[in-house]
């Protein structure tokens, strides 16, 4: 499914960093300072071995959705678009469907289709499933195809072979038949399924999972997950950068632009941020138009500052608690 495409100058180098052990894997200033831009001034970076770029900082489709005015979401994802955002968040629960009507509007709308990369994700399971999540959200985006396609909340043990069982049909079939480019998979509990979901047979574009200053103590997805989709082409998406609800910030009091600038400097292809407002929208397009990335030193001793916030996982609670998972999955499992 994926086009064959050879080593970058920065994979490279990410893979020669990982050969004396990675820490904090860092890309490293020097890659970002010469990193593609496009016209209006937001990095652009490859998305894995797939042949695609997308900008570097993502608009979450949970947050950009949820304004009480449907008027206030067209506006912020057109002007998203209009500064540079090409990548574009969403999944078939956000809002009970409301995530992705207000986005294919606002695409239709402005005429943005064909100027983003557009991903939302199945909650489905089973074939039945995930064929009808599949329909609805063509239908709700306005669109004939839906350039990623990733499976949501693998955060269980049993979540993988729940999808190769059958919603992974579903999907073979929608690459053949066009509706769908590529195919990936997003989790933010629990690296070890993340590790079992690439142990199945599929070549995955992409993988989705939390990444901030705090990750690389406590059940580290950094650690764990990251260095394999960098040795297999794979495209890291990040999201949770922040910690969720904010608590990296709020709880822990990094600087958003510290907190955001650590993410940034991974080898990531995007990062999926929450912009609930045209405020926090313009916030972080400023913070990654001017991004200095930071070097492994930098990174590695913000993580020892916070280590001991990070130690028990208080401040991510999409690890340790079940308030993140959405409805439809929180049914999953007590369904067996």
Not at 39 to 56: A, N
Not at 165 to 188: N, W
Not at 242 to 262: D, H, I, M, T, W
Not at 268 to 276: F, H, K, R, T
Request: charged share 25%.
């Amino acid at each position: 499914m994926n086009s064959p495409q050879g080593s970058s100058p920065s994979r490279r180098d990410v893979l020669q960093a990982g050969a004396v052990g990675l820490t904090a894997l860092s890309i490293g200033p020097n890659l970002v300072a010469s990193e593609e831009t496009n016209q209006q001034g937001v990095p652009m970076r490859p998305l894995g071995k797939t042949g695609e770029k997308v900008s570097l900082l993502a608009l979450g489709g949970h947050h950009s959705t949820r304004a009480r005015e449907e008027k206030d979401s067209l506006r912020l994802i057109q002007r998203a678009v209009e500064e540079g955002v090409t990548f574009l968040d969403n999944a078939w629960d956000y809002h009970m469907g409301v995530g992705e009507e207000r986005m294919g509007k606002a695409l239709e709308e402005g005429k943005l289709r064909d100027k983003v990369f557009l991903m939302t994700k199945v909650c489905g399971r089973t074939a039945e499933e995930a064929q009808s999540n599949l329909d609805d959200s063509l239908k709700r985006l306005r669109t004939d195809r839906i350039d990623l396609w990733q499976f949501h909340e693998i955060n269980y043990d049993k979540d993988p072979d729940r999808v190769f069982a059958g919603a992974i049909k579903v999907a073979l079939k929608a690459v053949e038949q066009g509706k769908v480019r590529y195919v990936g998979f997003t989790g933010h509990r629990d690296p070890d399924v993340h590790l079992k979901m690439l142990e199945m047979p599929y070549d995955w574009a992409t993988v989705q999972m939390p990444l901030n200053v705090l990750d690389g103590t406590f059940r580290s997805f950094q650690k764990k997950v990251l260095p394999k989709l960098v040795e297999r082409g794979i495209g890291a998406i990040g999201m949770k950068s922040l910690g969720g609800n904010g608590g990296v910030v709020s709880g822990v009091k990094v600087p958003v632009e510290q907190a955001l600038r650590y993410v940034f400097s991974l080898p990531i292809a995007a990062l999926v941020s929450g912009m609930d407002s045209e405020a926090i929208l313009e916030q972080n397009l400023k913070i990654v138009r001017n991004l200095k990335a930071m070097a492994q030193d930098e990174m590695a001793s913000l993580e020892e500052k916070y280590k001991a916030a990070a130690s028990d996982g208080r401040y991510e609670g999409f690890k340790t608690t079940k308030n993140y998972d959405g409805p439809v999955h929180q049914k999953q499992q007590l369904t067996g």
